[in-house]
């Protein structure tokens, strides 16, 4: 649906396994190349662990495309296999006719004959087990007898295991044990981290065709990594429903919004953090300091810490979407936190706060340029933001202040600026109700995602 908008060839993040969206990071390339060398190697077992939607489907296929062509695979997908059966699945995958009244012993017979024939013609066979951990663990044992078929020198036939941290549970039991010392490589498959997780989905994006640059914008890209924790699986529905959300919104660029229309549509809801029971003393405690700065009285400030944390979190909730509109308590506020700025060292504090804010703006979005001044004036930088904090009414502009360090020329520079607009008609009409004083700095205007490529070459 989405496809035309975007500029797509096809579906960037279809959830069955394409070898052609095969992303290398997050080790999943040198896992591949591990694994292709412990086969060519001649190694008997090797297992593969990873959670759920972490990309073992996806491994195991691209290690099926990437064997060499004297290399036979057989592929058992269906993991629940009853001993009796394990061999003639794999003797039917091979192409072996098998008789319905043929015994274990007979099937065992013509297979290990098959594969020295194999062998003869310098050919091997691997066996690729699909969902190992849910296989019952007298069949592991069927497979792990598989392995002792041997000549001389080399194994007849080579085994790849692939299953979830159940499987490592399961071969840790003390009656399979033999299972467990035959394995010569085990490999995990970690979730992936955040800068990974914005190189996949641009990875994916591309080789779909897409011609522009990263449509996610750093907010969005932060609370997709939360919600998907990682994983390969929910990054893709996540990704697939947020472009989706984004085209109903005719948008281009990729907003924290439209991670959270796809989040409410999926199954996998991560909770709210501050509903978790460890947080709750730290909520108490930060609402008796928020009491405190906004000169709310110790009554108020009693009755809320004596209410069920369960209604605390509820209502906390529902203060973090509210806006304070009431001037006396903006006024309070401002107060508190001019007294803070005094008493903390106010140059990091406020380098604190626009990265803050970067993390969270939007790329598209303007911002004016107020000030430029070398790195080394710390001092005059404190005076500026100190004469505005002193305007009345308190604090007119500070709130929307943001000091950064970034690279002009060669040289490092102090920057000011002022604001976040999402048009260049609100910039502009910002722009020109700037305070006299601001004017005569000469300001202009700025794209975020220039400031983004500025203070990241800093």
């Not at 299953?163 to 490999?187: A, M, T, W």
């Not at 390969?232 to 005719?250: E, G, M, P, Y």
């Not at 973090?320 to 990091?348: C, H, M, P, W």
Request: charged share 25%.
């Amino acid at each position: 649906m989405y496809y035309n908008f975007f500029g797509l060839e096809q579906a960037p993040y279809k959830v069955t396994p394409d070898i052609r969206m095969f992303y290398r990071g997050g080790q999943r390339g040198a896992i591949l190349d591990a694994l292709l060398y412990a086969i060519n190697s001649g190694e008997a077992i090797t297992k593969v662990v990873g959670e759920v939607g972490s990309g073992k489907t996806m491994l195991c296929c691209m290690l099926a495309s990437q064997l060499q062509e004297e290399v036979d695979v057989v592929y058992l997908a269906n993991p629940n296999i009853k001993p009796d059966d394990v061999l003639k699945a794999i003797s039917m995958e091979l192409g072996l006719l098998i008789g319905a009244d043929a015994d274990r012993l007979q099937v065992m017979k013509n297979l290990h004959e098959f594969l020295l024939e194999k062998h003869a013609q310098k050919r091997r066979v691997v066996v690729l087990v699909e969902e190992a951990h849910q296989m019952p663990l007298e069949t592991l044992e069927e497979i792990r007898l598989l392995s002792n078929l041997e000549t001389q020198h080399n194994k007849l036939l080579q085994i790849v295991l692939f299953g979830q941290p159940e499987l490592d549970k399961s071969l840790n039991l003390p009656h399979v044990r033999q299972i467990k010392d035959r394995i010569s490589n085990s490999f995990y498959l970690p979730a992936l981290e955040r800068h990974e997780i914005c190189d996949y989905l641009i990875f994916r994006l591309h080789r779909a065709g897409y011609c522009e640059c990263n449509p996610f914008s750093r907010s969005a890209i932060n609370l997709l990594a939360w919600a998907s924790k990682g994983l390969f699986r929910r990054i893709n529905v996540l990704a697939d429903k947020t472009l989706l959300a984004a085209f109903s919104d005719h948008s281009k660029t990729v907003n924290k919004s439209h991670v959270r229309a796809a989040v409410a549509d999926v199954e996998f809801k991560p909770k709210r953090f501050f509903m978790r029971p460890e947080f709750s003393v730290l909520t108490i405690a930060l609402m008796v300091v928020w009491f405190a700065l906004s000169g709310v009285s110790q009554t108020a400030a009693n009755a809320w810490v004596d209410k069920p944390k369960s209604e605390i979190a509820v209502q906390v909730a529902s203060l973090n979407d509210s806006k304070l509109e009431d001037s006396s308590i903006q006024v309070a506020k401002n107060r508190a936190i001019k007294k803070k700025q005094e008493t903390v060292g106010y140059f990091q504090q406020r380098l604190n706060m626009t990265k803050h804010w970067l993390d969270q703006a939007s790329p598209d979005h303007f911002t004016i340029q107020i000030l430029v001044t070398k790195s080394d004036d710390q001092k005059g930088v404190e005076q500026f933001f100190k004469y505005q904090l002193n305007q009345e009414p308190p604090g007119k502009l500070t709130d929307q202040l943001y000091l950064y360090r970034e690279n002009i020329g060669g040289e490092m520079m102090l920057s000011v600026a002022y604001g976040e607009f999402s048009s260049l008609g609100e910039a502009r009409a910002a722009l020109n109700n700037l305070p006299d004083e601001l004017q005569s700095n000469k300001p202009y205007l700025r794209n975020i995602s220039q400031v983004l490529g500025a203070v990241q070459g800093a």
